[in-house]
């Protein structure tokens, strides 16, 4: 009630009429007695105020006003302080929201912590379709699981109408364990999963809509994907989630093959309720032995599965990556705190006599405090504000940047929960950088400073030692930023530097999708084939064309293949590389030994086959490979779907396989003549002139020869080589940045702290001079303060980068994360910072006049 | 004599039980009712006055005095009635106790 009363006053109108009533009152007062009863009105009024009136909120607000007023008045520092903050928390608001959306926003699914990735022991990578069946049933622990195997690309049509569709393809249960209930029918049950059962696909909500008009009696319908007919039996409903986007869901269904037994195939549980990781994963563990029992094939060395919360899974090497952005920026933030907490002391000491006059009017020293902390936090808000608008634009740019997939479930944005980070970043950093400066200037003697003219006060040399601490942690972090920059642009160097296997200058690449319909017969495929290569060649200014299933660093395969009668000879996971004649002349990787492929390998000559160095070094390690023959299909002697023995004709030079960061893997290649049992895309290759390299030219001679042929990811041999790059530059270019920054920053802290030292030492300065100190050691003097401090930081950072680094490693190619060479030069650029940031300070010291200086007291 | 800390807000509630009155008709009701013991300045009075208004305890309003004049009239409301209840009952349980404490001084003390 009462407290109703007294809320209603802090609303202006309210408190006005009051005002007024009361006056009204006392005048009234006035007439009905003598002023000499009455006494001192005003005095009477003001007690009258005080019982409603809020005292702290008021003196706050009085506070605020006055840190407003004395900000104003100091416009350079107001905007230096509140740019740097802004920029500091704006960097970090824009990471935040990436890290939340991706890292702590949990899965759009029901109990998602239930759900679980189930994977190899040893690489957490796909598993075979045996391993899945086994586990599926056999487990205990899980209330559901279901398997997928990645998207396709392919051809929806109904009637006349026709449209490219992206297609995962995943077995029976797996919305059912991710608990999602189709908006519409079901999802695809034990027969549509099954090898030779019916065809069905389960549609996305916006598929649904875009292309079926969002009919609800679209289930039971038959659409036709690529040339095979499917029922539709389902719908999504709209607010479904998938890591991967995907058009629509396909039945995977096993094919009792050697295809089966491929790691391809990921599988995802959701754990019974109140059963947890670590006992779902002893339970299967236990049933590893009873698996190699049943599957011999699995081999000796088989260590059975594990499981990892799904989140984690999808999130993978994104995390290191988000997490080294969201540290960069924090340390980032640091740094420009204590620049800040720096640039405050040194203001604290101008304004002494202002400080000394409040304290000597009877300000409380508390009330003194308060204000420094309001005038703060008032900073640390502006900053926020500021802030914030530059992580609307920051965070824009920073996700079109991002060269990782992001799995988050919604769009980043700045939400929420990413508002309240920013705010409490913005008042923590006002506290921090508010906290060291007060609790130095407790002790300010009022005497001394008023008579010395508000310069100088007992609270100095603490102020001082604050600061010297304050540059110190700065050298440190920024060592900490630098040494990891310094790793990361190292590594991103090295990979550059990593041999290829090809000259990707100067070629041009691109991908014929296997979707025209209706599908080649294995004749029309291989006309097509033969035409388009033709054509290219015929086009002015070609020097070769090539075609290849697998070009590097986009795809890999994974096929076993054995040596002939050398059982102990074999490889579980091989490249198969199917290529045309021209191929490794095109490519310009080297035929080490024999002979590349020719027109005397045709279908119905001998089979003939290429291998790597890598596998010729396995195999052959004194021998000589050529004339010895491989079976693709057979591992340790067992068969895989073996085919007809071929015989080694040459050696090749190795290329990198998928992955830059990865060894060249064991490579055979076979001709595309005797590969007509393969089921492929083609990936084409030209090497041409500049002007050759035309995109439309391209696309007109494909269509030329099929106009139903779809050509994709057109693109430079170089692009292909980059796009395998731009996590390694991403990461090298931010770090750059931010230590770049950090560098900078720490710069102005050592110029700051040394210029605003060398003016407070303005008088010992003087005398020291006036008692015949040369300059050069006057500038020496002021250096040695500077490079003290820098180097004591230094051996701080280097300490902690140590520490930090070694989190980095996956991150790194090449470079150790205690590589000494990094941290030498790092030490190196600091010093040099710290000696140029303190040169200009020291040069001013040695132009002090000493007979000015000693007047100056 | 002063008012003791706190006795001030029973003082004007009392007052107020005959009749409403203004800010410094009340002041001097408390001063004859006393006979003249407790001289209440009107500038402690005024703010008292108004912490009580604004616990609710008394209620103001315009009215026009038996000599034609405009005041402001104070009255008591069911909760401060209820209040004084309360403070009147703990007044007299404290002067009883320190009566009992007190009692009169033994003899040969006086000076």
Redesign the interface.
């Given at each position: 009630?009462?407290l109703w009363?007294?809320l209603l006053y802090l609303w202006p109108p309210h408190r006005r009429a009051v005002e007024q009533?009361m006056q009204e009152?006392?005048r009234?007062?006035q007439?009905?007695?003598e002023s000499r009863?009455?006494?001192?009105?005003t005095?009477?009024?003001e007690?009258?105020r005080?019982?409603?009136e809020w005292d702290w909120l008021e003196s706050i607000m009085a506070d605020l006003r006055y840190a407003v007023r004395v900000l104003w008045k100091s416009p350079a520092f107001t905007i230096v302080s509140v740019l740097s903050l802004a920029l500091g928390i704006g960097a970090n608001t824009a990471v935040f929201s990436v890290v939340h959306g991706v890292l702590l926003r949990p899965l759009p699914y029901p109990q998602p912590n239930q759900l679980m990735l189930v994977a190899q022991q040893a690489s957490h990578s796909d598993i075979t379709i045996p391993e899945f069946e086994f586990w599926k049933k056999n487990s205990s622990s899980f209330a559901s699981a279901a398997g997928e195997r990645g998207a396709g690309d392919l051809t929806l049509s109904v009637g006349d109408k026709r449209e490219a569709i992206t297609a995962m393809t995943v077995t029976a249960d797996l919305f059912r364990t991710l608990g999602v209930q189709p908006a519409l029918g079901r999802e695809f049950d034990e027969k549509e999963t099954r090898p030779g059962g019916p065809q069905a696909i389960v549609l996305s909500d916006s598929l649904w809509r875009r292309f079926f008009d969002a009919d609800p009696e679209v289930l039971g319908r038959i659409v036709t994907l690529n040339d095979a007919r499917f029922t539709v039996v389902g719908v999504l409903p709209p607010a479904f989630w998938y890591p991967q986007a995907a058009d629509a869901f396909v039945p995977l269904r096993p094919t009792g093959s050697a295809s089966d037994l491929g790691a391809n195939t990921g599988m995802i549980a959701r754990l019974k309720p109140g059963v947890t990781r670590q006992q779902a994963e002893a339970e299967m563990g236990a049933l590893t032995e009873a698996f190699r029992r049943a599957n011999p094939d699995a081999g000796r060395e088989y260590r059975g599965l594990t499981l990892v919360p799904y989140q984690d899974s999808l999130v993978g090497d994104v995390r290191l990556n988000l997490l080294l952005m969201f540290g960069a920026v924090g340390l980032l933030l640091m740094i420009a705190c204590s620049n800040l907490a720096s640039l405050f002391l040194a203001r604290l000491e101008t304004r002494q006599r202002e400080i000394a006059v409040r304290l000597a009017l009877g300000s409380g020293r508390s009330r003194l405090l308060r204000q420094f902390l309001i005038e703060n936090m008032f900073l640390g808000l502006a900053g926020s504000l500021v802030g914030l608008l530059g992580a609307y634009w920051l965070l824009s740019g920073l996700l079109a940047l991002i060269p990782f997939h992001l799995p988050a479930s919604q769009p980043i944005r700045l939400d929420m929960p990413v508002l309240m980070f920013t705010l409490a970043i913005g008042l923590c950093t006002a506290l921090v950088f508010s906290l060291a400066p007060l609790l130095t200037s407790s002790r300010i003697d009022i005497h001394d400073t008023l008579k010395s003219g508000g310069r100088l006060s007992g609270a100095g040399p603490a102020r001082q030692r604050t600061r010297n601490v304050l540059v110190v942690s700065e050298v440190a972090l920024s060592v900490t930023l630098l040494v990891a920059a310094g790793l990361l642009i190292q590594s991103l160097y090295r990979l550059h530097q990593e041999p290829l296997g090809f000259k990707p200058e100067g070629l041009i690449t691109f991908w014929t999708p296997l979707t025209a319909e209706p599908a080649r017969n294995p004749a029309d495929r291989r006309n097509f084939e033969v035409t388009l290569l033709e054509r290219l060649h015929a086009v002015p200014g070609v020097h070769s064309v090539a075609a290849i299933n697998l070009l590097p660093l986009t795809t890999q395969g994974n096929f076993p293949a054995q040596r002939e009668n050398h059982p102990e000879n074999s490889i579980g996971g091989m490249e198969i590389r199917i290529v045309t004649q021209a191929y490794f002349e095109t490519m310009g990787t080297p035929v080490l030994r024999g002979r590349q492929f020719g027109v005397r390998d045709t279908a119905l000559a001998p089979p003939v086959i290429l291998v790597n160095e890598t596998v010729a070094r396995a195999w052959w390690p004194n021998g000589n490979p050529l004339g010895d023959r491989l079976v693709i299909g057979l591992y340790e002697g067992k068969d895989y779907g073996k085919q007809a023995p071929r015989e080694v004709v040459g050696v090749v030079g190795d290329t990198k396989s998928l992955r830059l960061k990865a060894p060249p893997r064991p490579t055979i290649y076979i001709p595309i003549e005797q590969a007509l049992a393969y089921d492929y895309d083609l990936s084409w290759v030209i090497r041409a002139d500049r002007s050759a390299r035309s995109v439309d030219q391209i696309r007109q001679v494909v269509a030329q020869v099929d106009p139903r042929q779809r050509v994709a990811r057109l693109r430079t041999m170089d692009e292909v080589v980059a796009a395998n790059t731009t996590d390694s530059r991403f990461d090298a270019w931010l770090s750059g940045i931010f230590a770049g920054l950090a560098l900078v920053l720490t710069a102005i802290g050592v110029y700051g702290l040394l210029s605003f030292s060398v003016a407070r030492r303005t008088s010992e300065i003087g005398t020291r001079m006036a008692l015949g100190a040369s300059p050069g050691s006057i500038l020496n003097l002021v250096l040695k303060q500077g490079t003290t401090l820098v180097a004591i930081g230094l051996v701080l950072g280097l300490g902690g980068a140590l520490a930090l680094t070694r989190s980095l490693s996956s991150l790194l190619y090449g470079v150790r994360p205690n590589d000494w060479a990094t941290f030498v030069a790092v030490s190196i650029v600091l010093l040099l910072v710290g000696c140029i940031a303190g040169y200009l300070p020291a040069r001013r010291a040695t132009k002090i006049d000493p007979m000015v200086a000693l007047r100056y007291e | 004599m002063d008012v003791l800390q706190g006795t001030l807000d029973m003082l004007v509630l009392r007052t107020l039980v005959m009749a409403p009155m203004h800010g410094y008709g009340i002041a001097k009701a408390i001063r004859s009712s006393s006979e003249d013991a407790l001289d209440i300045e009107f500038g402690s009075l005024y703010p008292a006055l108004k912490r009580l208004e604004l616990r609710g305890w008394i209620a103001s309003k315009w009215e026009t005095s038996e000599r034609n004049r405009r005041a402001k009239f104070y009255r008591l409301t069911p909760a401060g009635r209820k209040q004084l209840a309360r403070e009147h009952s703990e007044w007299a349980e404290l002067v009883n106790a320190i009566g009992r404490v007190m009692g009169p001084l033994p003899g040969g003390s006086e000076s």
């Open positions: 009630m009462s009363r007294r009533d009152e006392l009234a007062l007439e009905v007695a009863e009455l006494g001192n009105l005095l009477a009024a007690n009258a005080s019982v409603w | -």
